[in-house]
């Protein structure tokens, strides 16, 4: 894999967070909110990656992992998705949950597993994902942290 910078996200990355988003058709609202617990790769000045994680006391909430159709398949979500999901469970977190309606099947890999939407923790109903932000045909997984 070529020489990328990954660093967290910080308030002034929010446009090309959202450009990023916009791009792969994924949902924008909560990311301002939950933004400085996003990581980021670039490419020079260019984001080419990202993946966030709203924390909710011991749940998070995986969302927005996306990479820039020029990067795709260089293996960049997938180790966006492991520093996320390791830095989750350092912090504690004993389960990860996501909402998708296109990446059902690349999420088991890591051990996720689908779950009707009322089986995941209440907590994350707070999420914007949850308010509608996801439609409700969007496939549930839950993840239990080691």
């Not at 939407?117 to 996801?134: I, K, N």
């Amino acid at each position: 894999m070529p020489e990328f910078l990954w660093r967290k996200a910080q308030p002034s990355d929010l446009t090309k967070v959202e450009g990023l988003l916009t791009a792969a058709h994924l949902p924008l609202e909560g990311v301002r909110d939950h933004l400085a617990h996003f990581w980021l790769v670039f490419d020079g000045q260019t984001l080419i990656a990202c993946a966030g994680i709203e924390p909710y006391g011991e749940v998070g909430l995986l969302r927005s992992v996306a990479v820039d159709q020029s990067h795709r398949g260089e293996g960049l979500g997938q180790a966006l998705v492991n520093r996320v999901l390791q830095e989750s469970a350092a912090g504690g977190m004993k389960q990860v949950a996501l909402l998708t309606t296109t990446a059902a099947e690349y999420f088991p890999r890591w051990g996720f597993q689908v779950v009707g939407r009322e089986d995941l923790p209440d907590s994350l109903h707070q999420s914007a994902e949850f308010q509608g932000a996801c439609p409700d045909s969007a496939v549930a997984l839950l993840l239990e942290l080691a």
